[in-house]
T-cell receptor, first 116, second 112 residues
Framework: GAGVSQSPSNKVTEKGKDVELRCDPI?????LYWYRQSLGQGLEFLIY????????KSGLPSDRFSAERTGGSVSTLTIQRTQQEDSAVYLC??????????????FGPGTRLTVL | GNSVTQMEGPVTLSEEAFLTINCTYT??????LFWYVQYPGEGLQLLLK?????DKGSNKGFEATYRKETTSFHLEKGSVQVSDSAVYFC???????????FGAGTRLFVKA
């Protein structure tokens, strides 16, 4: 079966514009995660979905960031009024159940966002 | 809450050298422990895991043993290859058990 897919793979935008990043998790995976990885840095947790609900939004850096998940499947991460410091690779991951209980996370290839 | 600390990189080795990447953790109870790997230009993928104390996870010649006495989960490989060049992340669940906490990552360069 298909793995986690993300689109677009690359996005270049101008400062102040809004962007939408999409994640298609593995079918049947109930948990979905968004992370941000800046150049040469580790993973920064952004938000976690269980089904369509987001029990943990603690990692969203500011109110310019929002995310939703519909139908327990596709998720979109929206960044409004982008800033240059938003430039990073945005990674999406899914797992069959919440990853804390020993379940593997499956990662997508990421979306590289560049804000000029 | 749970946390993980791994050695800083980059680590540069010659082919066939022995590899150790240190990882220590702080946790409530005995959660599962993971090593993920990120090859150049790719997303992360699970390398190995151990689900309880004293377990040894292994894959692709890599091994890590869950040691509760030293709260460690060091990654080892007896003979590295150029193709092992990647970033390695140690990870464990958060205290609530619904998400994974990743270490800062250790970049490995293997020279031919």
């Amino acid at each position: 079966g298909a793995g986690v897919s993300q689109s677009p793979s690359n996005k270049v935008t101008e400062k102040g514009k809004d962007v939408e990043l999409r994640c298609d998790p593995i079918s049947g995976h109930t948990a979905l995660y968004w992370y941000r990885q800046s150049l040469g840095q580790g993973l920064e947790f952004l938000i976690y979905f269980q089904g369509n609900s987001a029990p943990d939004k603690s990692g969203l850096p500011s109110d310019r960031f929002s995310a939703e998940r519909t139908g327990g499947s596709v998720s979109t991460l929206t960044i409004q009024r982008t800033q240059q410091e938003d430039s990073a690779v945005y990674l999406c991951a899914s797992s069959l159940e919440p990853s804390g209980s020993g379940n593997e996370q499956f990662f997508g290839p990421g979306t590289r966002l560049t804000v000029l | 809450g749970n946390s993980v600390t791994q050695m800083e990189g980059p680590v540069t080795l010659s082919e066939e050298a022995f590899l150790t990447i240190n990882c220590t953790y702080t946790a409530t109870g005995y959660p599962s422990l993971f090593w993920y790997v990120q090859y150049p230009g790719e997303g992360l993928q699970l390398l190995l895991k151990a689900t309880k104390a004293d377990d040894k996870g292994s894959n692709k010649g890599f091994e890590a043993t869950y040691r509760k006495e030293t709260t460690s989960f060091h990654l080892e490989k007896g003979s590295v290859q150029v193709s092992d060049s990647a970033v390695y992340f140690c990870a464990l669940p958060n205290t609530g058990g619904f998400k994974t906490i990743f270490g800062a990552g250790t970049r490995l360069f293997v020279k031919a």
